[in-house]
Structure formats: structure tokens, C-alpha cells
């Protein structure tokens, strides 16, 4: 059993009644909490722990309907999960920019170099104002994304997290990447 799974049975008595385990590890911890739904973004995950538990897993990028009493998100630092919270990430917010609730999305989101984290960044680049970033801080994580434009006006969906627990988290790697953007190319097509 995971050490993270160890963590939650030792202290299950926090959590009454039926648990959403997110990102859930495929080990024997269902077992253990019989009120317990398992949901896994990846298939193949989901297709093992599928075949043990049947309807008390589920798969996919929605959650699975029900009434929870507790929730508990597994985030492994698996590439396959990265890449796929990424590219969910970014199609969600790829959605969002053609929705009717968009304009108060975006004006939620810092524009680069004027307001809220991003008020200090980028302050004389190309991409000042062109960009609506929002940006995620934890210990060896930064994370930023929203809406950039290009020099053309394009409209750019950007998503990006740097994880790495013996590196040093420079903000220029990903104010770089903003700047790149800025200056893509569309795609001839």
C-alpha cells in the first residue's frame, strides 16, 4: 500500500460517510474503505481497479455524480496525470473562451504587467497587457494560465506547471514562455 494510502487509513476516522478518493492509487485501500468511490483520470487505472470494484470506480475528466461527505485528491507525480491535467486544463479553459460567461473569466484573470501577480512581471516586455495569466505558487511549484494574444491578435490558451523538487523556481522560465507566445507564428493550415 501507497504511503499516501497508509496516511488516509490511519486517519479515516476524519472522514464519515462515502469519500470521493480523486487520482485514487491502485492499491488494496478500496478494500479498506468500503464507503469509498474511486475516480482515476487515467483508463488504464481505472480499467484495473474496474474489473476489482466495478461500479465504485469511475473514469474520465468529469467527476462522478453523488453526494460526498469527504473528498481526498492522489496527485502522483506520474507524467501520464501531468500531461493529461494539462491538456484537460487547457481544453477547459479552450471551452471557456467560447462561452457566454467568458468576459467575466477573463476579467477575473491579472492582466500581464498592470494588475493582481502578475502586476510586477514582464513590466516592459512585448507581452505587457496581452496576456490575462492566472498564476499558482506552492513549495518547488509555479504554475501560470489563461489567455494570450500574439503580435497578430491570435488568441492563445496557455497552461503551464513547473515541478521539481531540487530546482530552484526561477519566474523567467515561465515569463519566457509568455514572451515566446506573444511572438508565435499562427500555424499555416
Not at 47 to 53: E, K
Not at 67 to 77: E, H, I, M, R, W
Not at 147 to 162: F, G, L, S, T
Request: proline residues 6%; glycine residues 6%.
Amino acid at each position: 500500500m501507497t504511503p499516501a494510502s497508509q496516511v488516509l487509513l490511519r486517519q479515516q476516522q476524519l472522514f464519515a460517510g462515502n469519500i470521493l478518493l480523486a487520482g485514487a492509487p491502485g492499491d488494496e485501500l478500496l478494500d479498506q474503505l468500503p464507503a469509498a468511490h474511486a475516480w482515476c483520470w487515467l483508463a488504464d487505472t481505472a480499467t484495473v481497479l474496474q474489473q476489482r470494484y466495478g461500479q465504485r470506480v469511475s473514469s474520465g475528466t468529469l467527476a462522478p455524480a453523488g453526494t460526498y461527505d469527504a473528498g481526498v485528491l492522489f496527485l502522483p507525480k506520474a507524467r501520464e496525470l501531468s500531461a493529461c491535467l494539462l491538456q484537460q486544463l487547457a481544453s477547459m479553459l479552450a471551452g471557456a473562451s467560447q462561452s457566454p460567461f467568458y468576459p467575466e473569466l477573463a476579467s477575473s484573470l491579472p492582466i500581464v504587467a498592470i494588475d493582481g501577480t502578475m502586476r510586477d512581471r514582464l513590466k516592459h516586455s512585448q507581452v505587457q497587457a496581452q496576456a490575462r495569466i492566472k498564476t499558482g505558487t506552492l513549495r518547488n511549484v509555479r504554475a501560470i494560465a489563461g489567455y494570450v494574444r500574439d503580435k497578430d491578435a491570435n488568441p492563445w490558451v496557455i497552461v503551464a506547471i513547473i515541478n521539481h523538487e531540487k530546482m530552484q523556481l526561477p519566474l523567467d522560465v515561465l515569463d519566457s514562455l509568455l514572451e515566446t507566445l506573444y511572438l508565435q507564428q499562427p500555424a499555416k493550415q
